[in-house]
């Protein structure tokens, strides 16, 4: 079976506001004005619009400046901790020879250095992701860009995401899909059985 796994919030747990407000200088009126403009463009950056060495020199000056392009890159990255349940599920599905594909929208800042700090992935034979195929979940392009250069048969694909919009647009393009609550992997477990029951 081949398996698109989403990386936010499946495979890692994340959260941005928390490692970037340590940018900001200690007295800043207006910090989660200048988070949200920041990611306001993330978008924008994880769809390929917008490269690292535009994007890092402006989030850098809209935080106040004060940072060197390191110590961003390295606040940038600090977001994320595993989620060990599905890491178990990962390790399962390859241990079983299902064929294991990243569908994430993400940057150039976390790629490729997410596949080097976090061993679970070297169980993925493959990925789609947005800065790369240039576009972003939940837009069509993205879609079939994975189903083309991938080869995919939707009908016979399962691909798990955390995110509703993105499920929907799974299912209109014919995936088997899960939207993932990282509150309650017990039911994602239940709907895996039920799919490599129905192979």
Known sequence: MTFLFDIGRVLLDFHFEKSLVTL????????EVKLAALLARKDD???GLIPNDEYIPWAIESLGGQVTPEIFMDA?????????????????LAAGGHHLILFSNTNGIHCPWIFETYE????FKGAVLSHEAKGIKPHDPIYEYAIREHGLKPAETRYIDDLGPNIETGKRFGFRSWQYD???????ERWLAG????G
């Not at 940038?76 to 399962?92: A, D």
């Not at 990282?182 to 994602?188: G, K, T």
């Not at 799919?195 to 129905?198: A, S």
């Open 24 to 31: 900001l200088p200690e007295v800043t009126a207006d910090a």
């Open 182 to 188: 990282l509150n309650d992997h017990a039911a994602f």
């Open 120 to 123: 679970i992935f070297r169980h």
């Open 45 to 47: 950056f994880e769809g």
């Open 76 to 92: 940038w990255r600090n977001i994320f901790t595993p989620n060990e349940p599905m890491w178990r599920v990962v390790e399962s």
């Open 195 to 198: 799919e490599l029951m129905r």
